[in-house]
């Protein structure tokens, strides 16, 4: 077994599997903000920390670039970043065979004052080469009282989805009294959630975050699974990891952090054959 990974008994996939097949390329809709996006995101960030990540280290710009490139024309149409993955011009250079409008780019931010969000807003469109960011969540939240903390940056994000600078605003959180502010709170419109049949790298054990999600689901909000792997620690464990990840009703997608054209295609395959899987 590979260093850092989880060990557990056989998995349930009857208890998971469905009837219909499932693909990364299906075209999906994020909760009540009419934003269409794929069954699964391409992720930039793996181990992304201090503005840079595995993909960026790794392959450089030009060469994340080319493997966002082939994600759109494998039928990709999402793309995730942060301004703490250091992504940005990577998107950018992905941009550059892609129409803009067929692809859905989320990004993410640290900013609490509203100088801090409106620099924010027009810095990463810069690096990114665009005249607007589909999404922008408020990155990282472990404070259950965030709303206050972060309500200058909150309201300009509204101001900016006004004026067609966003289309939609939202959290990631990583701590389960953040987790369950966001659901309570009507300014978020997306969620994304770390959430995996290990309870790995997660806000709480999945049967605690599981009601905290279902209820944004019922409030329209989008919710967008993460760390389905665990952040690496489920990596012997994929085939059920999506198998689990695609079962739940109240995830409209999942974003996955991928490295290469290899990985890339691998999980193009691996999901329908888990989506079924029993």
């Known amino acids: 077994m590979a260093a850092g990974t989880v060990a557990i008994s056989p998995f349930p996939y009857h208890l998971y599997a469905g009837n219909v097949k499932k693909y990364a390329t299906d075209k999906v809709t994020l909760g009540d903000t009419g934003i269409e996006v794929t069954r699964l995101a391409m992720g930039t960030g793996t181990s992304g920390v201090g503005g840079s990540s595995n993909q960026t280290r790794k392959l450089g710009v030009k060469g994340l670039g080319d493997l966002l490139h082939m994600s759109y024309d494998n039928g990709i149409r999402f793309w995730e970043s942060a ?105 978020v419109q997306v969620d994304l959630a770390r959430y995996n049949q290990a309870s790995v790298r997660m806000d709480g054990k999945y049967d605690e975050v599981r009601p905290v999600l279902e209820k944004m689901k019922a409030a329209g909000k989008g919710v967008i699974g993460m760390k389905i792997f665990g952040a690496g620690r489920l990596s012997n464990r994929i085939d059920e990891s999506l198998t689990f990840a695609l079962h739940q009703p109240f995830l409209d997608c999942f974003t996955i952090g991928q490295e290469s054209a290899t990985q890339h295609m691998d999980l193009l395959k691996r999901i329908p054959a888990a989506s079924t899987r029993g």
């Open 83 to 187: 301004d703490q993955y250091g992504s940005h011009p990577h998107l950018k250079e992905g941009l550059k065979h892609v129409e803009r409008e067929e692809v859905v780019i989320l990004s993410k931010t640290h900013a609490t004052t509203a100088k801090e969000m409106r620099a924010d807003l027009d810095r990463f469109r810069k690096e990114i080469g665009t005249d607007y960011i589909d999404i922008i969540l408020l990155h990282a939240l472990t404070n259950a009282q965030w709303p206050k903390v972060k309500r200058a940056a909150m309201e300009v994000l509204s101001e900016a989805r006004e004026q067609g600078i966003i289309r939609a605003h939202g959290v990631s959180c990583h701590s389960l009294g953040a987790l369950k502010t966001a659901a309570d709170t009507d300014w």
